[in-house]
């Protein structure tokens, strides 16, 4: 079996906080959250890096990271392309927002061929995330009947912001720690001493309990994912297209989950108790450098991580 590989979707920009905030120093070396992630797969024994960007992003993401993790691990560079529709479909006028991360990984086809683990750019992960991921992936065998795939799963309360509110998919799983669904919630908060959300603008609030178990889109896949994502697209794009032309979004997740109602798959919820760390809005920044200046300390990274 070919060893696991690690995706970056790294092609997005930050609409709330502005800018790629992807290679946004955090540290006084240069250093991204993003050196800090391929750091832990490394250590986890991740031995390639394919990075998911926009053609135009090339020579700053090289820049960035690119040519300094190049020197760690074998990388390689996929493109996510407005332009890259099934025959017979073409962009609509005046539409720049991207196809969705479900669109951003199929962008892997013809590089990518075996299995793979696939997080977000601008995400803090911690190292037990990326041994979990390696150690399912290098073992992961299909039975032939049902894919085998994997998530990372957080607690809720490890993964919040002071600055605002944030968008979690809320995870429901069977007693076997299989993921049976995943609810979508746009506008999770702190509430007091609650984390709740809305879906009517703050007019009525649900209370989620505390210890929840929440994606932050760290999954694990065989190639298999690659077949489904391509075969799935042009159904997608004939069902949302008319309806939402300029913001419909082709999600990874969603057709995880269409899988799973089809019983075509299982996904295993590897739960770790690692705090997630994320720019959502530039005002989280500050924590951010705190939290890797303390892991430091700590003697989780070296004080620089990368040697020249």
Known sequence: MKKPVLVVMAAGMGSR?????????????????????????????????????????????????????????????????????????????????????GHAVLSCIGTVDGPFAVINADDYYGSKAFKLAYDFLANAQEDGEKYQYMMVGY?????????????????VTDADGHLVKINERTHIEKRGDDTAYTEDDGKTWTVIPQGS??????????????????????????????????????????????????????????????????????EDKPQVVAAIRALKEQGLYPQKLWEE
């Not at 120093?25 to 960007?53: C, H, L, T, W």
């Not at 926009?54 to 090289?62: A, C, G, H, I």
């Not at 607690?155 to 995870?171: D, F, I, P, S, Y």
């Not at 159904?235 to 989950?257: G, H, I, Q, S, T």
């Open 155 to 171: 607690q809720l309360e490890k993964t919040l912001t002071e600055n605002g509110h944030v968008a979690r998919g809320v995870c």
């Open 213 to 282: 178990t929440v994606s932050m889109n760290m999954w694990g896949f065989t190639e298999s994912i690659l077949e489904e994502l391509h075969a799935r697209f042009r159904a997608f794009l004939d069902e949302n297209l008319e309806k939402n032309p300029l913001k419909c979004e082709y999600f990874l997740p969603f057709v995880v989950d269409e899988l799973l109602l089809e019983d075509r798959a299982t996904v295993q919820v590897l739960k770790t108790d690692d705090r997630w760390y994320g720019v959502t809005y530039k």
């Open 17 to 101: 906080y502005g800018g790629l905030k992807q290679i946004d120093p955090i540290d006084e070396y240069g250093n991204i959250i993003m050196d800090f992630s391929i750091y832990d797969a490394i250590q986890a024994g991740f031995r390639k890096v394919v990075f998911i960007i926009k053609k135009e992003n090339e020579e700053s993401f090289r820049q960035a990271i690119g040519d300094r993790i190049a020197k760690q691990v074998e990388t390689a560079y996929v493109f996510q392309d407005l332009n890259n529709l099934p025959d017979g479909f073409t962009v609509p006028a005046d539409r720049v927002k991207p196809w969705g991360t």
